[in-house]
Nanobody, 122 residues
Framework: QVQLVESGGGLVQAGVSLRLSCAASGRPSSRYAVGWFRQAPGQGREFVAAIHWSGDSTYYADSVKGRFTISRDNAKNTAYLQMNSLKPEDTAIYYC???????????????WGQGTQVTVSS
């Protein structure tokens, strides 16, 4: 089992930055790919970004490409999502997930955190 805990969400104004963290514990979590997903009110869960366990490969949704950066520090068992130039449409609960393979499909991830709320006001 891998346990994931997100942090760093909050209420911010449009245009500012936030950095979300995803701390992992349990089984050796450094060999897991990490994905970030988000869910806005009344909508389904949406892929945001993913990173290979090595950190050498990343993948982004078109909606966040150029504004968000996913990274990880395996020594700290933590992944990050740096979010710049935030927009009101980025408002959602953000979840991190872990699995042996990198994917943009939520159903392929076995482990999930509880989520952290990000609210962007205009």
């Amino acid at each position: 089992q891998v346990q994931l805990v997100e942090s760093g969400g909050g209420l911010v104004q449009a245009g500012v930055s936030l950095r979300l963290s995803c701390a992992a514990s349990g089984r050796p979590s450094s060999r897991y790919a990490v994905g970030w997903f988000r869910q806005a009110p009344g909508q389904g869960r949406e892929f945001v970004a993913a990173i290979h366990w090595s950190g050498d490969s990343t993948y982004y949704a078109d909606s966040v490409k150029g504004r968000f950066t996913i990274s990880r520090d395996n020594a700290k068992n933590t992944a990050y999502l740096q979010m710049n130039s935030l927009k009101p449409e980025d408002t959602a609960i953000y979840y991190c997930a872990a699995d042996s393979s990198m994917s943009d499909y939520d159903y392929e991830y076995d482990y999930w955190g509880q989520g952290t709320q990000v609210t962007v006001s205009s």
